[in-house]
Antibody, heavy 113, light 107 residues
Framework: EVQLVESGGGLVQPGGSLRLSCAAS????????MNWVRQAPGKGLEWVSY????????YYADSVKGRFTISRDNAKNSLYLQMNSLRDEDTAVYYC??????WGQGTLVTVSS | DIQMTQSPSSLSASVGDRVTITCQAS??????LNWYQQKPGKAPKLLIY???NLETGVPSRFSGSGSGTDFTFTISSLQPEDIATYYC?????????FGGGTKVEIK
């Protein structure tokens, strides 16, 4: 069974940092490009970042460029998102996904003082 | 970047009605389009890929069509369990872009 399990969300003050993790199982993680997608409360889906299977290609949404860093460890079947300089508008549920048929359950990040 | 325009943003229909949602891409994306269903508090679920292919296990009342820039998603006979928000998403080019969503409610 395919599983993507996110962790690391929580409450953080504006300007703070968080590191999200996503543990993958049930499929050949190293063969798939992966993404982080977020959803602010009551809003639609917003793509955040993409990383290719070998980490050779990385993209970011303009809204997070320079503040967020995506990475992966294929040996550990894990995807990461380092989030720095967090803003109120980064408050959202963050999903790791191959943006196809594999999605995690999401982890909530709340940025508030 | 490719922009996806989805309409309507919400609709209300009766059980058994035919429901249609449209999605327009800002440039030709061939048939590289997914449709998702998302219920409150849950992750999106892939229903249709490559614009018209039904994901395994998805009821046949769901269908998709289109290519190029214009796409349609249809529920042939709306059921109470179909209450959800539906999203289109292109994967022809990076970054993958989502439509704004269509919230489907029962009248």
């Amino acid at each position: 069974e395919v599983q993507l399990v996110e962790s690391g969300g929580g409450l953080v003050q504006p300007g703070g940092s968080l590191r999200l993790s996503c543990a993958a199982s049930g499929f050949t993680f190293s063969s798939y490009s992966m993404n982080w997608v977020r959803q602010a409360p009551g809003k639609g889906l917003e793509w955040v970042s993409y990383i290719s299977s070998s980490s050779s290609t990385i993209y970011y949404a303009d809204s997070v460029k320079g503040r967020f860093t995506i990475s992966r460890d294929n040996a550990k079947n894990s995807l990461y998102l380092q989030m720095n300089s967090l803003r109120d508008e980064d408050t959202a549920v963050y999903y790791c996904a191959n943006v196809g048929d594999y999605w995690g359950q999401g982890t909530l990040v709340t940025v508030s003082s | 970047d490719i922009q996806m325009t989805q309409s309507p943003s919400s609709l209300s229909a009766s059980v058994g009605d035919r429901v249609t949602i449209t999605c327009q891409a800002s440039q030709d994306i061939s048939n590289y389009l997914n449709w998702y269903q998302q219920k409150p508090g849950k992750a999106p679920k892939l229903l249709i890929y490559d614009a018209s292919n039904l994901e395994t296990g998805v009821p046949s009342r769901f269908s998709g069509s289109g290519s190029g820039t214009d796409f349609t998603f249809t529920i042939s006979s709306l059921q109470p369990e179909d209450i959800a928000t539906y999203y289109c998403q292109q994967y022809d080019n990076l970054p993958p872009a989502f439509g704004g969503g269509t919230k489907v409610e029962i009248k």
